[in-house]
């Protein structure tokens, strides 16, 4: 039976115009190892954003497109604030395949970093 592996990513600091956060990484299998190609995907459980700053500052999430922002894939925060030296977490379960970016901005730069953790398995 196959078994996924625990993961963490980041921290990172989010910047102030949408970017890539997390995207499932493929794998190409070697010579003689016909039919193990594979993509993987990823189940993240939880996010933390960390403000460092002395002020609130607002951020916003997305899943689809590469460094995408378009309505109707917000996934968590949009323009939510976060107080000054303090945090907001998100527990849950959601699934990236390799299509899927998790993207991300901050309202100021480098005042936000994120950091998550959860499952990497083959698709």
């Known amino acids: 039976m ?3 592996k625990i993961v963490r ?3 990172v600091a989010l910047g102030t115009s949408a970017a890539n956060v997390l995207n499932p990484p493929t794998l190409t299998g070697g010579t003689g190892l ?3 190609n594979a993509a993987t995907y990823l189940i993240v459980r939880h996010l933390r954003i960390v403000n460092k700053t002395t002020a609130a500052v607002p951020f916003s999430l997305w899943i ?3 460094g ?12 939510q604030s976060v107080s000054a030296n303090s945090f907001v977490d998100w527990y849950g379960m959601v699934r990236l ?7 991300g901005l901050a ?3 480098s005042a936000l970093t994120i950091e998550g ?3 990497i398995g083959v698709a």
Not at 97 to 103: C, G, I, S, V, Y
Request: hydrophobic share 35%; net charge negative.
């Open 97 to 103: 395949d390799a299509a899927d970016f998790l993207t």
């Open 2 to 4: 196959a078994q996924n």
């Open 34 to 36: 016909a039919g193990t």
């Open 9 to 11: 990513f980041g921290p």
């Open 64 to 66: 689809g497109a590469t």
């Open 68 to 79: 995408g922002s378009a309505a109707g894939t917000e996934f968590m925060g949009t323009g």
């Open 107 to 109: 309202g100021s730069a």
């Open 117 to 119: 953790e959860g499952e």
